[in-house]
């Protein structure tokens, strides 16, 4: 028989990200970045000139910061347990949106935190990817946490069977963000969490599906 199947995201879920990308835009780049605002990347500032970044520039910073600043990152209160916990009856699959020459810095980074499962690079949408993962494990009931909404409605377009946990770790963060409507659930802590993944798993059923006016 099939195990049941947990895919998850990693920044802002397993490990803290904004908050030590902060600390290295100001002291690496003279960089102001306010973290509690729910469109964070729009949020820089030059010290130097007020101005914002440009775009590119952005994304310019976001790869300085990985893989060569991920040494940084700290781990989410209870993610190791909760994983360890949930990973005796399922299989769990890491999907972390990076370039593919981050995986292997990834999972060195996670192994130093004791979460050693496979991980998956991807760009854009995670519902596709998923797709691809429940096809490759046929699991016997399969769940997805991330952080942000709009992979959730990727998952609810390719794989809408799929548990959808909207998670944001992030403390200063997660007040400004509202819940996914594409997510079945909020819970922003790991040992709830974890509760509501193995209920699930223990039930064996197909996650409902959320109606398109129920999710605007």
Not at 73 to 100: H, Y
Not at 121 to 142: F, H, I, M, T
Not at 195 to 207: C, K, L
Request: hydrophobic share 40%.
């Amino acid at each position: 028989m099939s195990r049941p199947l947990l895919i998850t995201d990693c920044d802002e879920v397993l490990l803290h990200m904004v908050r030590h990308f902060r600390t290295w835009l100001d002291e690496a780049h003279d960089i102001d970045f306010t973290v509690g605002h729910p469109e964070v990347f729009t949020t820089m500032r030059r010290r130097s000139t007020g101005e914002t970044p440009a775009t590119d520039e952005m994304w310019a910073l976001l790869g300085g910061f990985f893989p060569a600043e991920m040494g940084r990152q700290t781990l989410v209160p209870g993610a190791a347990e909760a994983l360890a916990r949930l990973s005796r009856a399922a299989d769990v699959v890491v999907l972390t949106n990076l370039q593919d020459q981050c995986r292997e810095p990834r999972l060195a980074q996670l192994a130093a935190h004791g979460i050693r499962h496979r991980v998956e690079c991807n760009q854009g949408g995670k519902g596709e990817p998923v797709a691809r993962l429940l096809d490759e494990y046929r699991p016997s009931v399969a769940a997805f946490v991330d952080d942000l909404g709009v992979h959730h409605r990727s998952v609810a377009e390719h794989a809408p069977h799929v548990h959808r946990l909207h998670m944001v770790s992030e403390p200063e963060l997660a007040p400004h963000v509202p819940p996914a409507p594409f997510a079945h659930a909020r819970i922003d802590d790991w040992g709830h969490a974890a509760d509501w993944i193995a209920d699930r798993f223990a039930a064996g059923q197909p996650a409902p599906a959320i109606k398109q006016e129920e999710a605007p």
